[in-house]
């Protein structure tokens, strides 16, 4: 049992899938920070001193205080979240892709061997130059 499990892990690519799960989990963690860190920082100041986070369409006013029979809880579209979220998307798929171009090289393509035509080419091929003799 042992034995089919460590066969298993070796022969199939789970071992390398798993290890690409966990170290893509750190690096959305790492990319996240940069975003939010280091970088919407000086975007939000250049842009007059604006928290992307922040950013919101209240649809409705919230009302009361938590947990009280009355109230009502705000409701928003937060696209300034959704910003940070698409900026750290472009930020990931930039650092896969520079990663993936450094690490992984294509095999030259194989030379094309010219085959003998076929049967029916070859026959193709006589009749073509007989209509061309007449």
Same mark, same amino acid.
């Given at each position: 049992?042992?034995?089919?499990?460590?066969?298993?892990?070796?022969?199939?690519?789970?071992?390398?899938?798993?290890?690409?799960?966990?170290?893509?989990?750190?690096?959305?963690?790492?990319?996240?920070?940069?975003?939010?860190?280091?970088?919407?920082?000086? #975007? =939000?100041?250049? !842009?007059? @001193?604006?928290?992307?986070? &922040?950013?919101? *369409?209240?649809?409705?006013?919230?009302?009361? $205080? +938590?947990?009280?029979?009355?109230?009502?809880?705000?409701?928003?579209?937060?696209?300034?979240?959704?910003?940070?979220?698409?900026?750290?998307?472009?930020?990931?798929?930039?650092?896969?892709?520079? #990663? =993936?171009?450094? !690490?992984? @090289?294509?095999?030259?393509? &194989?030379?094309? *061997?010219?085959?003998?035509?076929?049967?029916? $080419? +070859?026959?193709?091929?006589?009749?073509?130059?007989?209509?061309?003799?007449?």
């Amino acid at each position: 049992m042992v034995g089919e499990f460590r066969s298993f892990l070796t022969k199939s690519n789970a071992l390398a899938l798993a290890i690409g799960v966990i170290i893509g989990g750190a690096l959305g963690s790492v990319v996240n920070s940069l975003v939010n860190d280091i970088i919407m920082p000086p #975007i =939000g100041m250049l !842009l007059g @001193k604006v928290d992307f986070s &922040a950013l919101k *369409v209240v649809l409705q006013e919230g009302v009361g $205080v +938590k947990g009280d029979a009355n109230f009502v809880a705000e409701v928003a579209i937060r696209y300034g979240a959704f910003l940070n979220l698409v900026i750290a998307f472009i930020v990931v798929a930039l650092v896969v892709f520079f #990663i =993936g171009k450094a !690490l992984i @090289k294509e095999e030259p393509a &194989a030379p094309e *061997v010219a085959s003998e035509p076929s049967d029916e $080419v +070859k026959l193709l091929a006589e009749i073509r130059d007989e209509l061309r003799k007449r």
